[in-house]
């Protein structure tokens, strides 16, 4: 028998899969420990991985599914370059605002170029000649393209890459009801992504940062290592904490007057708060920072809440928080700021939900002293109001009222209704019906794919290895033979390995000259959903022992319904 | 019925595929003209293209080719990144030495990178870690990535773009027999790539170049337009004109002294062999140019023969001709060169075949006069010999003597024996059988992907547009109904397409709002290698009419027998 016959199934003997018994000293989480332990990623240089033939399998899986489901809700695929000319950035104005992440160069002819972060202008520049009338309109254009963000510091593996691999799309529309339907389109075929390869997700309401835009949404694998925080509530609602509306019930102080305490030693509102015998909901945090133009702000939110710097940034454009170099060059006191008597031009922004607390508990801007009931309007006035506060678990969800719950995601993808912003500054126009010029109206839809490689290892992982949901593992069903030296049990397992990819599965045959330990310990690791492993004693009774992966289940089969086992598994 | 029911059918109405009645005013060749005009590539600046969707189905074809052949000849594909750090190439020595074709940048931390043009570099640091025991061996790692090279005069669309896709392979064996294994099934591998794209093409002894090593041949596709000149036998020996072997068999002159003859206003070897009356073989041609060192060369060959500077390049280290001022300034004189009273220093290289001829004539290096008769050893010496003559069409073939045919063609594939040149650089290492360490054997395999794409059209196209071959085609038909607006034609040819789709046909129906000539031009243009015409008078009686594309053949056939008819066809 020619062993080599079956060409799909997977050998272990001839693949290039170089795994590791130690996690790499650089590797920060574990889905970069893992890929790079079980031989299906290796770090070239900061942010730069390749992608080794187990793992490429696993990448492509998802591309095919990323693909499939773009196809099937009005998509179609193109290939746009990587590297692209300032020339149109330079037209939509993002060139140079697009910052340090923009990976530079100039060509022998001093020509200047970038490696495309995102695809927004060649998009535009690409069909703006081209798709010239309404007739031609709506059309979803996506790509399955490398990209490059040069990060300050590369970090988490595949998560935070530097070169990494997206699928981005963009819609055009010639109205903004033709947006809806292809950005609801989109959030469909993303939901199905996620579903496929085995996730689970929240679709949370998020920032647009610098894109632009009005109305984002962002596809969040749950995972405890992931980097972003959100909030989510069983009807439905999802939120990342940057954007979640957050509606707190701060309590006033109740007496008439004004009145300055000495809180000697007392910085935190925790400390002030018991001290007085109050809860913290009843005293007024404040937090300082500067605005684009350098002016001074003091930020006030209820004492039980944090400012959120993101949403702050909405309120006083640019903010940033002061140093405590800063604090002290602009005469502000920590540990005791409050909006009475603050030092000349220093001006205060306040949360929402304090325009009706009249009389509030705050710092009286000297080290040691508090006042009680500084009165709104009168003691000081407030020059602007906002959502200023992090959302929590346990607020009220904004569309229910029931609590919401807290969990940490990572980012998969991410939608966007873009609206006229690069149409315009690109002058891409289509002729309307009534015989009008208009800019289309952009959406535009983006997916991590070598992000989601990582995403899914951080969800489904222990402390073995990887744990691959079936739509996207490397393949279905590892076939061990405990026997290295051919006789009657490799010979069995070449014939389940048959049997098994006849039935359409996909298989990988250990069939390496090593102790049966290695093979269990690097199979686990590897993290194929489903191992048959083969033994001497076993086939002498008739069976082979069928493990699960995740559940760590094995369970004896006779060999003559491995096949039918392996599938009800899967 | 829904007509978007079977999603194997491609929708010329909804499709992208913006074609154009004009040939873009910088497309200088034919793939560039009909791969912009037929929707299926747009340039976004100079050397950069992007794939519209239906030129990435060809590309993904090729692709596929290429993928399939790779892993069936021992291939793994893995995926490295394109972004490539300068200390591996200074590990190599190319730093630097790559030349102006190098992309290169920095990252905001000032760390050098490059954009990949190869990655010889990239793999050699990879396995070199890992391949460690002569048991690893042999191996041969792929990948299919983008590639960068900043040509200085980017041009020719596809064929000589600056970011381009390539698979690019590298073999590893313990020692030359295994790299001569491994060389074979690359060389298999490709021209079964080459077959399956519908190529006619030609295995050519070729020069390294940059790349190094101690063997190489190209895949040359033979077309009119190619830019690289080739000689072939049909024997099978084919070559570069570059390199290929050249033996003249030159005649001397017969006289027995040197005899100073005028002959003003003759400047070339033709008018001079006229004027003598005898053939140009019995004339010897004189060529200038420099070293490395900046020495001045005179180069003779014989009469009838060019002097070829890639072969000179070989013999006098750096060659490169003399301009007419550098000729003034070194003191020759043009059109009378010859090796006898040359300005001091100047040094003289012949070609092999004038070893034996004792006499020549030559110029006398004085306006208007000739030398008949200058003998070697006593008039003059000559400093080098060399392999200088390129060779033409007629001569003998190397191989078997039978006179060689001349070609052009475009380069689609180049395979090397790369030998120990980046294993020793970098230290690449393997434990041998006999226990000692030794540097990996290597070899490289390039092939141009989206170069295919192109020399497939230079090769396959006519006044009216692409001819596919059936293995890459966008589709295999286009059904063409001669109507608008829903009626028995429109029905027909959806009924048509299903049929043809089921039975395993990629299929493209042209339900635009167009005229029929519209239609007929588009379909010629995007060159679908059969088309289905349906019209309503063939209806009435039962037939369609199917066009063979390449042979411009029509032929009706009844509605029933479509699909066997069209599987023959193709």
Redesign the interface.
């Known amino acids: 028998m020619n062993k080599h016959l079956n060409?799909n199934i997977l050998r272990m003997s001839t693949?290039?899969v170089?795994t590791l018994k130690e996690d790499p000293s650089d590797a920060d989480i574990p889905s970069a420990k893992l890929l790079t332990r079980a031989g299906m990623i290796?770090k070239?240089?900061a942010g730069?991985?390749?992608?080794?033939?187990l793992?490429?399998r696993v990448?492509r899986k998802i591309e095919n599914i990323v693909r499939e489901e773009m196809?099937?809700h009005g998509g179609?695929?193109?290939?746009?370059?990587?590297?692209?000319?300032a020339?149109l950035w330079r037209q939509s104005g993002r060139w140079g605002a697009y910052g340090?992440e923009m990976?530079?160069?100039r060509?022998?002819h001093d020509n200047e170029?970038c490696?495309g972060p995102t695809a927004e202008e060649?998009i535009t520049?690409?069909v703006k000649n081209?798709l010239r009338s309404y007739k031609d309109l709506p059309?979803n254009?996506y790509h399955i393209q490398?990209k490059?963000r040069?990060e300050?510091r590369p970090r988490f593996g595949l998560l935070r890459s530097?070169?990494f691999i997206m699928k981005d799309a963009y819609s055009f529309d010639k109205d903004q009801e033709g947006l809806e339907v292809n950005y609801q389109l989109m959030r469909d075929a993303y939901s199905r992504m996620c579903e496929r390869m085995g996730m689970e997700y929240r679709i949370v309401q998020a920032d647009p940062g610098e894109i632009g835009g009005n109305g984002t949404e962002e596809f969040m694998t749950l995972a405890e290592t992931g980097e972003a925080e959100l909030v989510y509530c069983d009807c439905g609602y999802a939120a990342d904490v940057e954007v979640g509306e957050c509606h707190p019930n701060p309590v006033g102080y109740v007496g008439d007057t004004m009145e300055k305490i000495a809180t000697p030693g007392l910085h935190t509102i925790e400390e002030l708060a018991d001290f007085l015998g109050i809860e913290a909901d009843g005293t007024v945090k404040a937090f300082s920072g500067k605005d684009k133009e350098g002016a001074i702000w003091v930020l006030f939110v209820p004492g039980n809440y944090e400012v959120n710097e993101d949403k702050a940034a909405h309120v006083v454009r640019g903010f940033e928080p002061l140093t405590d170099e800063e604090m002290k060059d602009a005469g502000l006191v920590k540990g005791s700021m409050g909006p009475v008597g603050l030092p000349e031009g220093v001006r205060i922004c306040a949360d929402d939900s304090l325009r009706d607390v009249e009389r509030w508990i705050v710092g009286a801007n000297e080290e040691g002293y508090h006042l009680l009931g500084a009165k709104q309007g009168e003691d000081f006035t407030v020059d602007a109001w906002g959502d200023l506060c992090t959302v929590v678990a346990g607020d009220a969800c904004p569309c229910c009222g029931k609590p919401l719950q807290a969990a940490r995601g990572i980012e998969v993808g991410q939608i966007f209704k873009l609206g006229t912003k690069y149409s315009e500054a690109m002058g891409a126009l289509f002729m309307d019906e009534d015989g009008t010029e208009k800019p289309f109206i952009m959406g535009c839809y983006g997916v991590g794919v070598s992000r989601c490689m990582a995403a899914a290892v951080e969800q489904s992982h222990d402390d073995m290895g990887i744990i691959w949901p079936v739509g996207i593992a490397p393949a279905h069903v590892a076939v061990i033979p405990l026997s290295t030296k051919p006789d009657e049990v490799t010979e069995a397992a070449e014939d389940v390995a048959a049997k098994l990819a006849a039935a359409g599965l996909e298989v990988c045959i250990d069939d390496r000259d090593e102790r049966a330990g290695v093979k269990f310990a690097d199979n686990d690791l590897i993290g194929w959903p489903a191992q048959v492993v083969i033994g001497k004693r076993g086939l002498a009774a008739g069976t082979v022992e069928v493990k699960n992966r995740k559940t760590g289940e094995k369970t004896d089969v006779a060999v003559d319904d491995v096949v039918s086992f392996v599938e009800s598994l899967l």
């Not at 730069?48 to 033939?53: C, D, K, T």
């Not at 179609?76 to 000319?85: A, D, K, N, T």
């Open positions: 060409r693949m290039y170089p290796r070239e240089a730069l991985y390749s992608f080794l033939p793992g490429l990448l196809d099937s179609e695929e193109l290939l746009m370059p990587f590297v692209q000319s020339d340090e990976m530079t160069m060509d022998r170029f490696l060649v520049d690409l081209e059309k254009l490398l490059f040069d300050r530097r070169e």
